[in-house]
């Protein structure tokens, strides 16, 4: 089974999924949370986004702790979110294609001042990275519902799509 292909793959189709919902990012919306516990709009498009440079975070080194200088490039709009996915989507996919199978077998961890969090193969640290895609995505759909601005189809037309 050829894994980085697979890999490869649904980067790109969660990309393709993700630029349509970019597309619909409103203006002067970017501090817009649904609930003093949820993550600002910007904050949450943001880091969907950046996961899609995971992949290369994930093959070149053995953990990521969030309190030891992770910050993700500032956005300030629809026009950054779309130019900061097609560089991040280019550098997990390049990630991808210099990898070998090998590569996706030792451990990897998510760690908050040297704490370890979560760990995984590497191959299970990308595959939870897609997964927080989709995840995040779904949060980005329910603000654009609640803020009434089209959501896209992920994977099939939405509502939206079909006119209801």
């Not at 619909?24 to 969907?48: E, G, Q, V």
């Amino acid at each position: 089974m050829d894994t980085l292909k697979i890999l490869k793959d649904e980067l790109t189709e969660e990309y393709n999924t993700t630029k349509k919902f970019l597309n619909n990012f409103p203006k002067n919306k970017n501090d817009y949370a649904p609930h003093k516990k949820s993550m600002k709009l910007m904050d949450l498009t943001t880091h969907i986004v950046d996961i899609f440079r995971w992949p290369g975070v994930i093959l070149k080194t053995e953990f990521l702790d969030f309190a030891d200088g992770y910050h993700p490039e500032k956005m300030d709009g629809k026009e950054d979110l779309l130019q900061q996915l097609e560089k991040q989507y280019i550098a997990g996919i390049k990630a991808l294609e210099s990898a070998s199978e090998e590569d996706l077998t030792p451990d990897w961890s998510i760690r908050m001042n040297g704490q370890k969090i979560m760990e995984w193969s590497k191959y299970g640290a990308i595959r939870h990275g897609l997964n927080q895609i989709t995840h995040h995505r779904a949060q980005l759909g329910v603000y654009y519902r609640l803020l009434d601005i089209p959501v896209p189809g992920s994977y099939g037309p939405s509502a939206d799509e079909q006119n209801r």
